[in-house]
């Protein structure tokens, strides 16, 4: 079997908007039609250099995506990178893909001259939370958010 991490492309609309809705089914939430077309826009819009997405394929089946955006941060001279949305097909899991496609997010931010990648997750995200202690350090911080 065959994992192959690449950026988004015109074709994979369909299949990222299954992926990236089954994502957001995780989390309890959705977005209207209008929000996933004007997101698959941004994520091909090379005006738009600061929102990225990749797809993962197992032997040319989508089987997972990530979303990051770089971005100002006034504590550094160097954007970050911010890891908006990450998610692998729950019958894929376990196989290694998460962890692919964040080091595919990593290895883009490095090219990008972006050191600092950073993401949140919910507390219950148990499975996803034992891959990210082994790929990056947990910070103290907590979220406010209006």
């Given at each position: ?24 089914e ?25 929102q ?71 507390d ?23």
């Amino acid at each position: 079997m065959t994992l192959t991490i690449r950026n988004i492309s015109a074709g994979d609309q369909p299949n990222w908007t299954n992926l990236w809705r089954l994502y957001l089914e995780y989390y309890q939430t959705s977005v209207s039609d209008d929000v996933y077309q004007k997101t698959f826009e941004r994520l091909l819009d090379s005006n738009r250099p600061q929102q990225n997405g990749m797809i993962a394929l197992q032997d040319d089946k989508p089987v997972g995506l990530v979303h990051f955006i770089y971005h100002a941060h006034n504590w550094r001279i160097e954007d970050a990178c911010y890891l908006q949305d990450l998610y692998t097909d729950p019958s894929m899991r376990g196989m290694g893909i998460g962890r692919k496609l964040i080091e595919a997010v990593y290895k883009a931010a490095d090219a990008n001259g972006t050191p600092s990648v950073y993401w949140l997750t919910e507390d219950f995200n148990k499975p996803a939370r034992r891959l990210y202690e082994q790929v990056a350090g947990l910070t103290p911080f907590i979220k406010y958010q209006r």
